[in-house]
């Protein structure tokens, strides 16, 4: 690359090493021409600042190559390229626009008073948090501890001891006091001692109830009088039991008056009268009619006694 402009016609001094000159737009390849002496030996001058780089030239239809330089006519001198005119300085920018200065605060500004709430507006906000308040309302506070000991205690009693185990099991996950867990065990152990007792005896009693029944209608008040007697001594009178002894009872009178009956077919005052009197300890009210009716027969039969004892008649 050449520092000066290869062609003859041009001959100017690049400002920088370019490929194709700025002014002329020859090719910058080859040799330089003669003109760079010229331009050496011409007096010196400061550097000029680089201009901008302008607009590209048409090349130029006809030139003569760089390797076949053209002699200038004689007596015509050597054009001496111009120097370069400086580009002019680039105008200051524009100081910014400076910002109005902030008013002073006053000291001692106090803002406006609010103006008062409105009765309006208090009761609008108390119906808003009434209606929060009934839709969102926190559940019934949880039974305390004693509460839930007492509602599996009376599982228990009631014999729903898979219930009372099941609060019993939730009292230890809830880490419950140990009184109150010991205590519920306890209620539990009872419960269950006596729950056991009360299946064993309704199975007895079923098994009762068959067997007087079977002796009744088999005629045997006595035998059906013993099985109870004997299932009172070992679990105790209860209403159940105390209506089947009223029912075995009635039987028993029945069977005594039935005997009456036999007695006085007989005229056998001493068996008639012997049976009325053990059909009366058993006091039915049942039989009332049928006893005063033996009882008036005994006397009838005791007065055909005694007329027939009397002499001469």
């Known amino acids: 690359m050449n520092e000066v402009c290869i062609h003859a016609a041009c001959g100017r001094i690049l400002p920088l090493r370019v490929v194709h000159c700025p002014f002329c737009g020859e090719r910058q390849e080859g040799a330089a021409p003669v003109l760079t002496k010229v331009a050496a030996s011409a007096p010196m001058m400061p550097d000029p600042v680089p201009p901008p780089v302008p607009r590209m030239l048409a090349p130029v239809p006809a030139h003569v190559p760089a390797s ?12 001496v390229p111009a120097p370069p005119v400086p580009p002019a300085a680039p105008a200051p920018a524009p100081a910014p626009a400076k910002a109005p200065p902030a008013k002073p605060a006053i ?3 106090v803002p406006p008073p609010r103006p008062p709430v409105r009765l309006r507006t208090w009761i609008a906000a108390a119906v808003v948090l009434t209606g929060i308040w009934f839709f969102n309302k926190p559940a019934d506070k949880p039974a305390s501890v004693a509460e839930q ?5 009376a599982l228990a009693a009631q ?3 898979d219930g009372a185990r099941s609060a019993l099991a939730v009292l230890k996950s809830a880490r419950a006091p140990a009184a109150q867990i010991k205590r519920l065990q306890a209620n539990i152990t009872k419960s269950a001692a ?3 007792r009360q299946q064993q005896r309704a199975q ?3 098994a009762l109830q068959d067997s007087v029944n079977q002796a009744l209608d088999a005629g045997k008040p006595e035998l059906a009088a013993t099985r109870l007697a ?7 009178d209860d209403p159940d039991t105390l209506e089947l002894d009223a029912k075995v009872k009635v039987a028993q ?5 039935d005997l009456a009956d036999a007695c006085l077919a007989k005229s056998d005052r001493v068996c008639l009268e012997s049976s009325l009197i053990a059909a009366e300890r058993y006091q039915r009210p049942e039989l009332a009619a049928r006893t005063q009716a033996l009882r008036t027969a005994l006397s009838q039969l005791l007065e055909r006694s005694l007329l027939d004892a009397v002499p001469g008649q």
């Open 149 to 153: 000991v007492e509602a599996a205690t």
């Open 230 to 236: 004997i299932y009172v001594k070992r679990w105790g």
């Open 194 to 196: 006596a729950c056991e």
């Open 204 to 206: 007895a009693w079923t």
């Open 253 to 257: 009178a029945s069977a005594q008056l």
């Open 68 to 79: 076949v330089p053209q002699a200038a006519p004689a007596g015509v001198p050597t054009p």
């Open 159 to 161: 014999c729903d001891l």
């Open 107 to 109: 000291k001692g500004s």
